[in-house]
């Protein structure tokens, strides 16, 4: 046997050597489960203080015409909707949720409709029928989004500024003169 046919068995026989250790008794007890309780402890201990830092870091903001909202310990997100663009506002409770009383609120505007995906989820809310009527209160209180645009809707015209309005009359004309043409 030569010296490389020795350190190829070494190598065979380390990891089931590597693993005996484990079931080394130490003072009567076994160095496997002091391991597992060790890596167990440290993934709870990190959960919990991600979870304190995580809660302190969501922050929801409603004014008179939008929602604004960021949150994260780590990668930090932000973002803002205006209450023209919500279309829906829904209620989401599981059993463990109602058994603590919590729900949660997701929030879909016209851009998120089709993800399937709310645009906002406000997780952990106590009340959520009163959070979801102070903000359905701001959505019918805004004009629509069409409104905003400045376009006609349904034979509603909306206030133009006067180059605007200067520029239609001019367009009508324009029309008229070509029917008239006809």
């Not at 005996?20 to 003072?27: E, H, L, Q, R, Y």
């Not at 007890?29 to 969501?58: E, K, M």
């Amino acid at each position: 046997m030569s010296i490389f046919d020795w350190n190829a068995k070494a190598v065979d026989i380390g990891p089931i050597s590597a693993g005996w250790v484990c079931f080394v008794p130490i003072d009567g007890f076994t160095l496997l489960p002091l391991i597992v309780t060790t890596i167990l402890v440290a993934i709870l201990t990190f959960a919990l203080v991600w979870a304190g830092l995580y809660y302190h870091t969501v922050v929801y903001h409603l004014n008179k015409t939008e929602m604004t909202w960021k949150r994260g310990v780590w990668f930090r997100q932000t973002g803002i909707v205006p209450y023209n663009r919500i279309t829906n506002v829904d209620i989401v409770q599981g059993p463990v949720m109602r058994l603590f009383q919590i729900s949660n609120l997701t929030i879909q505007t016209a851009g998120y409709s089709g993800a399937g995906m709310p645009e906002i989820a406000l997780k952990g809310i106590e009340d959520p029928e009163s959070l979801r009527a102070l903000i359905m209160d701001f959505v019918r209180t805004q004009p629509s989004v069409s409104a905003v645009t400045g376009t006609e809707t349904a034979g509603v015209s909306f206030n133009a500024n006067t180059e605007d309005s200067e520029l239609l009359a001019e367009v009508k004309l324009i029309r008229k003169l070509l029917e008239s043409k006809q």
